[in-house]
DNA sequence: AGCATGTAACCTCCACTATCA
DNA sequence: CCTGATAGTGGAGGTTACATG
């Protein structure tokens, strides 16, 4: 149950019903002046609505001794006072059109730097600037602290606003209570004949979908939607949407509350809560019912909201001490469900179950929130997905509480993660949900297109609290999920392979466990340059004798090439006719033998730089490269012009890969001699300036010559034997390699 | 560039089963 | 055992977007 203050809120009577209290839906909004204000109109609310939970505005100390206990609110500022009944508090946010029920709001602190008045660090005596709409002091009578996010964020994030959308509401021009009768609402509900609401918000119907459309171009966060005439507070609660999701003209200053910037040896660790990081900017705060937020995940230390680290942040699924890993992957196609249907259910895993996730190393008694949301499947630049979210399923089926939370528009759904259980978690309550395309691509700054982006990964944060007061983030992605409808008949899948390698010479047999094979499924193992330039394809021999719906036998294909001398990646699918294709799978063809590498002649110079004593041992002479069989390393004559490819590609995998990893790749010798912007060994390219590649790592031993060219000083490149191997098995040189070897 | 057309993907709705109270 | 509610699954048809000529 996640609510966005951000979005809609209008109230709702004790069936559940959007208030009568109707007006004008297309009152206008965000007035500013509160000379505005209506005086008669706020009592009227007040008079329509019952007394026991109270919002309340004027000039009063919002210190409401029931506040917590009976869900009031309370507004200051400084124009008259309004009070306002909910006796239940509903909202719409983007994902669900059906009433969430926020009437025990409780609350993380939202830090929405410029937007929302922050929260005092201590105590009232911290002013709090609005030039906007209130010009005068705001006192806060509790300060959020900490991990406090309950009074403190509503007054931030939900009752300055609200004040703000109240005058706006209550201004002469906007009729306060008008028109809208119950009827009409209901009829507005949705109206399928069956009943099959959606786990647990419900699903909306076409006509209203037509109908929404119509009004608004999307109803997400930031464009809130108007479709349902309200009452007065509803569009009060729609300005506050407004007056939060644009620009308010609230100039805000938080005096006490710095930002700091983290350096990447600090990624993955977030410092105790004072200190935002500015990217953090949580656009959202929720609300959660109490009957059953803090009671489903009862002492579950997770990390505050306003300190999380952006979704989009990379982080690390281990440090030296921990390890956050996906035990059982989910299923590699899960048919998301719009908000239109029913609930189709959690993610699976192949196995039939659902997937687990573990983090280890951890030794603490308290349970950890384990988050899970759904991320795109470009595992170069994991980011929340736009077109999908995760959906909290319930049921007696699930095992697994949960609580939702929404974070910059991004549902997450929280898992506890108990010592008791070692730290893992069946994730059986995450579903997803498929929002659609159009009110997505209609987003102010959405790039993304949703057609055919139909696939996701389960992404998994926990946050683990250190001694210091800090915060250790962990970050583990799932494989890839297929979300379509399509896939999930047509397509094959392969959820298990039997082997992820063999030898360049093919031959073992392989089975296949998966969906949607048949007896005219078809194996192709093929390599790829990193431009998706296709290299080489073989078909498999299939025995299909043996073969079933669920299981493919089949025989590994020979590599194309027997003298490979560093494993090689290539991948497989299956497909079933011509487009009906799974995706694409990992294999990995290894060498005869692993070659020996014989070191190069080293100036002595450099070796005095190696630290060693005495004259290296002579062998091979530039511009060859060998290696110790005498046969050619990838750094022969083909070498620069492979490696030259990616002249002014920063984002490469080469060059990723010469960033993030340790593996040594250095010039030492000129780069003059290529043509163009030069590149190292990798990819990286070679500043024109000063003709340095990227920093050279500490540890290289072996200097291994990588081209020849005539009449140029042979260039060296220092590679660390020991990662040799390994460094073919990454992406960034998986993807030189097959540069390396189409120019072959 | 603009239009017509075919196709594929998207989105909604229906039918059905299973489970449980 | 029946009924109704709920959750989940599979399928299909209308709509929409895109590719192509």
């Not at 002492?299 to 035990?327: F, H, N, R």
Request: proline share 9%; hydrophobic share 30%.
């Amino acid at each position: 149950m996640v609510v966005n203050v951000f979005s809609h809120l209008f109230l709702v009577d004790d069936a559940g019903i959007p208030s009568s209290h109707g007006t004008n839906r297309t009152s206008p909004i965000a007035h500013q002046d509160p000379s505005l204000y209506d005086e008669e109109s706020a009592s009227q609310l007040s008079h329509h609505l019952p007394t026991d939970d109270l919002l309340t505005y004027g000039q009063s100390d919002y210190r409401h001794p029931s506040m917590l206990a009976s869900h009031t609110g309370a507004l200051q500022g400084n124009g008259p006072r309004i009070e306002i009944t909910c006796p239940d508090l509903y909202h719409y946010d983007h994902i669900h059109t059906n009433p969430v029920n926020i009437s025990r709001p409780m609350l993380d602190i939202p830090y929405r730097e410029n937007q929302c008045l922050s929260p005092a660090s201590s105590t009232s005596s911290t002013s709090w600037h609005s030039d906007g709409y209130s010009p005068g002091t705001y006192s806060p009578c509790i300060s959020p602290g900490v991990g406090e996010g309950t009074l403190a964020g509503l007054t931030e994030a939900v009752l300055c606003p609200m004040m703000q959308a109240i005058q706006a509401s209550g201004s002469p021009n906007t009729s306060p209570r008008t028109s809208i009768t119950e009827d009409t609402f209901l009829d507005r509900r949705p109206t399928s004949p069956r009943s099959r609401s959606a786990s647990p918000q419900g699903k909306r119907t076409y006509t209203e979908y037509e109908t929404q459309r119509s009004q608004s171009p999307r109803f997400g966060r930031d464009e809130p939607a108007e479709f349902y005439p309200l009452a007065n507070l509803e569009d009060s609660m729609n300005s506050l949407s407004h007056s939060l999701t644009k620009p308010i003209p609230t100039k805000i200053v938080r005096p006490n509350l710095e930002y700091s910037v983290y350096t990447e040896s600090q990624v993955g660790m977030f410092p105790p809560m004072p200190e935002v990081k500015k990217e953090f900017a949580v656009e959202s705060c929720y609300f959660m019912p109490a009957n059953w937020s803090s009671q489903a995940l009862a002492g579950v230390c997770s990390m505050p909201v306003a300190a999380l680290p952006a979704l989009d942040w990379p982080l690390p699924s281990s440090t030296e001490q921990y390890e956050l890993k996906i035990e059982v992957q989910p299923r590699q196609h899960h048919r998301a469900h719009y908000e239109t249907e029913g609930s189709r259910g959690a993610v699976k895993a192949s196995t039939g179950g659902h997937p687990v996730v573990q983090l280890r190393g951890y030794t603490g008694t308290e349970p950890l929130a384990l988050q899970v949301f759904i991320g795109t499947a470009d595992d170069r630049n994991l980011r929340p997905h736009a077109f999908y979210q995760v959906h909290r399923i319930t049921g007696k089926t699930v095992s697994t509480n949960s609580q939702e939370r929404m974070l910059n528009g991004t549902k997450i759904l929280e898992v506890a993660l108990e010592p008791k259980e070692n730290m893992r978690a069946v994730v059986d309550c995450a579903g997803i949900l498929k929002l659609r395309n159009a009110d997505i691509e209609l987003k102010k700054g959405e790039t993304d297109v949703g057609r055919k982006n139909t696939r996701v990964r389960l992404v998994f944060r926990v946050h683990v609290p250190q001694p210091s007061g800090q915060w250790i983030s962990l970050q583990v992605a799932s494989q890839t999920i297929e979300c379509s409808q399509r896939s999930a008949h047509e397509h094959p899948v392969v959820d298990h392979q039997e082997l992820d390698h063999c030898s360049v010479l093919g031959g073992p047999q392989m089975m296949l466990r998966g969906q949607n094979f048949t007896s005219e499924s078809k194996v192709i193992f093929f390599e790829k340059t990193h431009v998706d330039l296709q290299l080489w394809e073989a078909e498999a021999k299939v025995y299909r004798d043996k073969c079933t719906s669920n299981l493919l036998f089949l025989e590994i294909p020979p590599y194309r090439d027997p003298n490979i001398y560093h494993p090689v990646k290539v991948k497989f699918h299956v497909l079933n006719g011509k487009k009906r294709c799974s995706q694409p799978q990992n294999f990995t063809y290894t060498p005869l033998s692993v070659p020996q590498i014989k070191p190069e002649p080293v100036e002595e110079y450099q070796y005095a730089q190696l630290g060693c004593t005495g004259r290296p041992i002579m062998g091979i002479s530039p511009p060859s490269c060998h290696l110790a069989d005498g046969r050619m390393m990838p750094g022969g004559p083909s070498y620069q012009r492979a490696h030259c490819m990616y002249p002014a590609a920063p984002q490469h995998a080469p060059m990723r890969y010469a960033l993030d990893h340790t593996v040594p790749a250095v010039f030492s010798g000129s780069p003059a001699h290529t043509a163009g912007p030069a590149t190292s060994a990798y990819g990286s390219r070679v500043s024109p300036t000063t003709g340095r590649s990227p920093p050279a790592r500490s540890h290289q031993q072996t200097y291994l010559p990588v081209h020849h060219q005539r009449n140029v000083s042979p260039v060296r490149v220092t590679i660390k034997q020991e990662n040799l191997d390994q460094a073919y098995l990454d992406d960034g040189l998986y993807a030189y390699h097959s540069v390396y070897t189409e120019q072959c």
